[in-house]
Nanobody, 124 residues
């Protein structure tokens, strides 16, 4: 069975940090661009970050630049999203997805696999 599995979500206070993971089951992430997306309550899904499959090219949406960092460990078949200086507006269900083309990930189209999501809540 081919799937992506997110983990690491939870409740954190404003200004805190959280690291969420995206593990691939049934296939290798090596040749895929991986993106993190989020859907805040009552809002549309939005792109957060993407990381290329080979050279360490990354993309971040403006609202998370300087606070979030995407990375990958191909040996562990896992991609991470380190989130620092969290704000209440970062509250959302966070999803990871796989694409074959970097610009598709940035545009949020042509994504082959999706995970089930992990809830991140930023609140005092």
């Amino acid at each position: 069975q081919v799937q992506l599995v997110e983990s690491g979500g939870g409740l954190v206070q404003p200004g805190g940090s959280l690291k969420v993971s995206c593990a691939a089951l049934g296939f290798t992430l090596d040749y895929y661009v991986i993106g993190w997306f989020r859907q805040p309550p009552g809002k549309e899904r939005e792109g957060v970050a993407c990381i290329s499959s080979t050279t360490p090219t990354t993309y971040y949406t403006d609202s998370v630049k300087g606070r979030f960092s995407i990375s990958r460990d191909n040996a562990k078949n896992t991609v991470y999203l380190q989130m620092n200086s969290l704000k209440p507006d970062d509250t959302a269900v966070y999803f990871c997805a796989a694409a074959t083309i970097f610009k598709d990930c940035v545009a949020g189209v042509g994504l082959d696999f999706w995970g089930q999501g992990t809830q991140v809540t930023v609140s005092s």
